[in-house]
């Protein structure tokens, strides 16, 4: 079997993480209707919006936002900016942000954010 092949046999991070999810909740004896509330992500934010670059002219940038628990709020999670970030990536940062928090004793809920640019590409003020 060749590279490109296992590649796309493989499951994504977001199908990783759910996996890990299930499994783990199976272990610890979460009942099956719970196992399905914890796996999703509570909202899901897509947003594509307009930046001024330094010479003037403007760009539309994609972004999102996923809050993967509400039950405790407010929820907690940065934003990673880099070109190839999607929702799917998004969406499995903040399950992961979310178990982290838990483990770690800390009241929030799990949350992460992506822009899709390449901040080595912007100057401060256009990141801002």
Known sequence: MDD???LKKEPRFLEMVQLFVRRASKISGVPKDR???????DSILSINFPI?????TIEKVTGYRAQHKHHWLPVKGGTRYAPDIDL??????STLMTFKLA??????GGAKGGVKIDPKKYSEKELE
């Open 35 to 41: 196992r399905k509330y914890i796996k999703e992500c």
């Open 4 to 6: 490109a092949m296992q």
């Open 88 to 93: 799917q990536e998004t969406m499995a940062l």
């Open 103 to 108: 483990i770690a004793g800390i009241p929030f």
């Open 52 to 56: 001024i670059r330094d010479n003037g």
